[in-house]
């Protein structure tokens, strides 16, 4: 089983204005483009209750790094049959799609579909036998947690079913502020959070221990899906644990890690926003620079001589842009707006 089963369960539930209920359940067709961030993002654990601030606004994203999160229709998928019961689904193109279902007074998940691609295959987690209870409706931070709700199903992997049992705690544990970029503020958040344990016996390899801590942060004016999601799993094969982060954020983090080297951007970039012209410093005369559209088109490129480089962007067409500094193979982003 492919070790990066990350968000493997129940990756998104849904929201309501200031409480979780069936009628704000996240709706058939809702989509968003999420933009994953550097795995050493902090989860704010210990930021419990009314009247928090989680600032995520200068924690930088991996540049072009993405997950299209999109809610279906289950008798849309090729898995339908395995879910019968389910009533949406939330799916991200070539990683996970994880089923569910809602009424008048409970939310479950009938478990998900892991896409491992060539080298791990597909993982099929159906919990036909006791599913998971994620929250009792309405649901919100007054709301008593469901503490180690069981659950028992199978896993098919590689074309072969094995069991599959565990629990799932879950709790709104947090309301306030939510800081996501420089420009955006978000207040009336609130953040659900998720903690799932689950092991698969699997014969002469032995038990697989999954345990997964996950907060999602809703603001119900803007989605009924989350608007941030931090994601802590830890699978542990004979003793020997594995941990894997991935935080994601719905809005364009203003600076970006290298792909070739996990460090921050070190250049200086003004004004930002820009009009006419943008002026990139703190260069030492040997590095490429590229300006690439949100589409991950580069409308720019040229090679820099000096301390400095002044580049006119008169011609561009409004929006966000990532500029992209390289030096002995290692990029810097940082996100330029050009009005």
């Not at 009628?23 to 058939?28: A, L, R, Y």
């Not at 879950?170 to 955006?184: E, F, P």
């Not at 959070?193 to 698969?200: F, G």
């Amino acid at each position: 089983m492919k070790l990066n089963l990350l968000l493997a369960t129940s990756l998104i539930t849904g929201a309501a204005f200031g409480q979780f209920t069936d009628s704000n359940k996240p709706v058939v067709g809702t989509d968003v483009t999420m933009y994953v961030m550097d795995s050493n993002t902090v989860d704010f654990a210990s930021m419990t209750g009314a009247g928090q601030t989680w600032d995520y606004s200068t924690t930088p994203g991996i540049y072009g790094e993405t997950r299209d999160i999109s809610v279906v229709a289950p008798s849309s998928t090729a898995y339908s049959g395995d879910y019968a019961t389910s009533t949406f689904a939330i799916d991200i193109p070539g990683f996970v799609t994880s089923f569910y279902t809602s009424t008048a007074g409970t939310r479950n998940s009938q478990g998900f579909v892991f896409d491992g691609g060539t080298f791990g295959g597909t993982v099929i987690v159906k919990l036909q036998s006791n599913d998971q209870l994620l929250m009792n409706y309405p649901y919100d931070l007054a709301s008593s947690p469901i503490v180690n709700d069981a659950f028992t199903g199978s896993a098919n992997v590689q074309g072969t079913d094995y069991p599959t049992t565990g629990t799932v705690s879950t709790s709104v544990d947090g309301s306030g502020t939510l800081k996501l970029n420089a420009a955006t503020t978000l207040t009336g958040v609130l953040r659900y959070k998720s903690r799932d344990v689950a092991t698969v016996t699997i014969p002469f390899i032995g038990s697989i221990m999954m345990d997964r801590t996950q907060y999602e942060y809703y603001h119900h004016a803007t989605s009924n899906l989350p608007v941030f999601v931090h994601s802590k799993l830890v699978i542990d094969l004979a003793g020997t644990p594995t941990t894997q982060v991935i935080a994601m954020n719905s809005v364009v983090p203003d600076e970006f890690l290298g792909l070739a080297k996990n460090e921050k951007a070190t250049f200086g970039l003004y004004p930002n926003p820009a009009n006419e012209s943008v002026v990139i410093s703190g260069l030492t005369g040997s590095e490429t620079i590229a300006i690439v559209d949100m589409a991950g088109r580069t409308v720019l490129t040229t090679q820099n001589s000096g301390t400095s480089q002044t580049l006119n962007v008169a011609d561009f067409q409004a929006g966000i842009y990532n500029v992209v500094v390289t030096s002995n193979g290692i990029q810097s982003i940082k996100k330029l707006t050009i009005n």
